[in-house]
């Protein structure tokens, strides 16, 4: 996606990241495509889990979906 602020902003969707395999699953998926992509806004979506999170030197927001809807409109 791609906002205001010229930045790509991309985005993975998960219930929650309790699960370990579902946690590595998705922080390596979002980590993998903001290698590809230098520059990004890298955000997890959940439905409540929030934190922020540093993998392979790639920051990645965890935001409860509301959260992030909140703040794009």
Do not use: C
Request: glycine share 2%.
């Amino acid at each position: 996606m791609y906002f205001e602020d010229k930045k790509f902003h991309l985005l993975q969707v998960a219930y929650d990241l309790d699960d370990l395999k579902t946690r590595e699953r998705e922080i390596k998926a979002i980590a993998d495509a903001a290698g590809e992509l230098p520059d990004t806004e890298n955000i997890i979506l959940t439905y409540e889990d929030e934190e922020e999170i540093v993998y392979n030197g790639v920051e990645i927001s965890v935001l409860p979906v509301w959260k992030w809807i909140l703040e794009v409109v």
